[in-house]
């Protein structure tokens, strides 16, 4: 019986990949035809790429393979807005399964999202690969982002889920030793770097989180992937962010708690994920309006 637990994660975790691989897969056979409107300065990208993005959305492209960027911008949207950088769970190289949260991200901000990994994914090295994957990408599509006058000069706002909420604490730590500016904000949901006390899949970046960083981690004791203790460790390690400015919330409703709850968009889960992200947005743009 004390199999079962990591049994069910070790079958979820291969589901995840295995569906990361398909939707890949489609976007590699299928016929390069431009996709709805393109976000200026950026390539456009084809129908599989753009997956389930609601009409009304630009979605372009930057770079390639890992360090391919893909940017989401409401078409009617004018002038600088806030930017959102979102890292994606493991197990895909598209935006597909998280089409519903991106599209509702691009009523308030510009969203880039870094790939950071190309399937066939490397189990032995790979890891080491992925942040500085994502940080070469984002360099490039920062400079665009800024050369046609799409985001404002404030601090960014980092989000991820999954491996990607561990990769968003990356981000908040080492931004600087990559070139990348630091965030004002970093919202990480249900991070993880592997099972909780097994093998560290995801190396952490050296780095501290800098001192003006506002940070909320979510966890749950039931999401048999990731657990609590890497949403646990990024708060305790941020050691520079004053106790008032970081926050653990643990997400105690067992029907929220699995870790695929965050890629549902049902009212719940919207309220559960999707509204802090929302809070923390707006209150970033407020401050940065205010200075």
């Known amino acids: 019986m004390r199999r079962a637990p990591r049994l069910?994660?070790?079958?979820?975790?291969v589901a995840l990949v295995l569906g990361g691989l398909a939707a890949y897969a489609m976007s590699r056979n299928a016929e390069p035809t431009r996709a709805g409107p393109t976000v200026a300065g950026f390539r456009a990208v084809t129908t599989p790429e753009r997956a389930g993005i609601r009409d009304g959305i630009a979605m372009g492209v930057v770079g390639g393979g890992a360090r391919r960027v893909y940017v989401l911008r409401r078409e009617a949207a004018t002038g600088p807005q806030p930017l959102v950088i979102f890292f994606h769970g493991y197990?895909?190289?598209t935006v597909a399964g998280q089409e519903p949260w991106l599209s509702h991200l691009t009523q308030r901000a510009t969203v880039a999202w870094p790939v950071y990994a190309k399937p066939p994914f490397d189990g032995k090295r790979g890891a080491d690969e992925m942040f500085p994957s994502a940080a070469s990408g984002l360099r490039k599509a920062l400079r665009r982002l800024r050369a046609q006058h799409l985001v404002g000069g404030g601090a960014p706002i980092v989000a991820g889920y999954s491996l990607g909420g561990a990769l968003a604490a990356d981000y908040a730590a080492a931004a600087p030793r990559f070139g990348l500016p630091r965030p004002s904000v970093l919202y990480a949901v249900f991070p993880g770097r592997g099972l909780c006390g097994g093998r560290v899949r995801l190396p952490p970046q050296p780095g501290e989180i800098g001192s003006r960083t506002r940070i909320l981690t979510l966890a749950s004791t039931h999401d048999l992937l990731a657990g609590t203790c890497e949403a646990r460790a990024i708060v305790a390690d941020a050691a520079r962010?004053?106790?008032s400015m970081k926050t653990l919330d643990?997400?105690?409703d067992f029907e929220l708690g699995d870790h695929f709850a965050p890629t549902r968009s049902g009212p719940?889960?919207?309220a559960e994920f999707w509204k802090p992200l929302d809070r923390l947005i707006g209150a970033a743009t407020q401050s940065h309006d205010a200075g």
């Open 8 to 13: 069910i994660a070790a079958v979820a975790a």
């Open 268 to 270: 719940r889960e919207r």
């Open 91 to 93: 197990g895909t190289a």
């Open 250 to 252: 643990l997400v105690r």
């Open 241 to 243: 962010v004053p106790a």
